[in-house]
């Protein structure tokens, strides 16, 4: 513990470590969180990376939005891109659902879809920026109030 | 060329990942050796049905991780690590398997996988995270290289001599996808073949084929996509393997969108035991 060469090494590493975690963080940002892109790296790599993970996303969004995906046929992954890019992922469900808001304020909703997006509005309670929540207040009043009824 | 006798002797032959929407597939493909599921997907506690009946048939089950982020400077998640634990003691694995990558940093998920920069600091951060998920396992660890067409301006190591240094310093297992090794060679422009003759076969504990295309938004690079068909260049590319190491490892399919009939995913699973000289039983 005492030895010099080894407490450099310590040192060493640990800010290696530290450097690599910037890096890392540098490239995460760049390539879901609308960062500029990091030094160093193939410029035309980074798009086609960023546009994968958002192909991804547009998949994985398509299966807790069937409808919303299908209204849009094979122009999904591009639609979903247009909304989320630059924006970092947040699941499926609250990718989909962010783009589902835009397009209903843009009037851009099929039936099927705007019907799909209400059930979601009715089951859970979204913010639009943590987590949906069940809507149990809403179930619990409505049994508190039946109860208080009977 | 020594042949390997499997690392692991529970897992032979052909395998399929096990998708909820190709389960029933899956349950009737006759003379499966083994199957994987995706970890993050399971709950230990309450397996899925067709899961259990393929243990209850005999049918080794290997947990595949997704989202641990071995690679990853961020702490390794506990509880993902006893979840990936908690998956192979349910369904008796003999092996779990995990990516060499990371899944984002300084707070933020980037959705997918990421390759690491091949540098020593990032062979000391895997190498770290491999060896405190081994602590929780009481089956060994296979890690399998990713595709990526992406080269960090920090790499120091070539990719196999990457992946040998870190299976030699923890000790872990390889899962080796035949598909990735094929795209991150023909990105690069560099002959699979020879990225094959260099990576440390003798640790296979079974092998991954998937499909993949070119995307019209991105001419001249191959996506290992898992919803197109296996291309012939890939399964040339596990015949040249099988060569190699003297004999067919376990290798499986892994396919994770755009099912096509089971007719079509029958064909393929032969397809690729041809390519493995392994004998199908299926008719």
Redesign the interface.
């Known amino acids: 513990m005492g030895d010099p060469l080894l407490r450099r090494y310590d040192h060493d590493q640990r800010g290696a470590a530290e450097e690599l975690a910037i890096r890392q963080a540098e490239l995460v940002a760049a390539l879901v969180g609308g960062a500029a892109d990091p030094p160093g790296f193939d410029v035309e790599r980074l798009d086609a990376t960023r546009r994968a993970l958002l192909r991804k996303r547009a998949g994985e969004a398509a299966k807790v939005w069937p409808m919303l995906a299908a209204s849009f046929e094979k122009k999904w992954p591009a639609v979903f891109g247009e909304h989320r890019s630059g924006h970092p992922p947040v699941g499926a469900l609250r990718d989909g659902w962010d783009v589902a808001l835009a397009l209903r304020e843009a009037g851009r909703l099929t039936p099927d879809a705007a019907d799909e997006l209400a059930a979601q509005e009715a089951d859970l309670r979204y913010d639009g920026v943590s987590a949906p929540t069940p809507r149990r207040w809403r179930r619990l009043r409505h049994t508190v109030f039946r109860r208080g009824r009977a | 060329m020594v042949p390997i006798v499997g690392a692991v002797p529970e897992l032979a032959g052909l395998g399929a990942g096990w998708r909820p929407e190709i389960s029933g597939w899956v349950a009737d493909r006759p003379g499966l050796g083994f199957c994987e599921v995706i970890a993050e997907s399971l709950a230990p506690a309450v397996p899925p049905r067709g899961v259990v009946e393929l243990r209850e048939r005999g049918t080794a089950v290997v947990p595949h991780g997704i989202r641990l982020s071995l690679g990853?400077?961020?702490p390794l998640d506990p509880a993902r690590v006893t979840h990936l634990a908690a998956c192979a003691t349910a369904l008796q694995a003999p092996v779990v398997s995990e990516h060499i990558a990371?899944c984002?940093?300084?707070?933020?998920?980037?959705?997918?996988l990421?390759p690491?920069?091949r540098?020593?600091?990032?062979l000391?951060?895997l190498a770290a995270n491999v060896r405190r998920t081994q602590a929780d396992l009481d089956v060994p660890l296979a890690l399998e290289p990713i595709a990526s067409?992406?080269?960090?301006?920090?790499d120091e190591f070539t990719e196999a001599d990457f992946l040998t240094e870190l299976v030699e310093r923890t000790g872990a297992l390889l899962l080796l996808d035949i598909a990735n090794v094929y795209a991150n060679a023909v990105n690069r422009d560099r002959d699979p073949r020879t990225a094959l003759d260099r990576m440390p076969l003798s640790r296979i504990a079974y092998v991954h084929i998937a499909g993949g295309a070119e995307?019209v938004?991105?001419p001249g690079?191959y996506?290992d996509t898992h919803?197109d068909p296996v291309p012939e260049p890939v399964l040339t590319l596990l015949t040249e393997l099988v060569d190699r190491i003297g004999g067919a490892p376990p290798v499986m399919l892994e396919r994770d969108?755009r099912y096509p009939p089971a007719a079509e995913l029958t064909a393929e699973l032969d397809r690729i035991a041809a390519a493995a000289g392994l004998i199908t039983t299926a008719r």
């Open positions: 990853g400077t961020d990371f984002g940093a300084g707070g933020l998920e980037a959705g997918h990421l690491v920069p540098t020593r600091a990032a000391d951060v067409f992406l080269d960090w301006p920090d995307h938004d991105d690079i996506h919803v969108g």
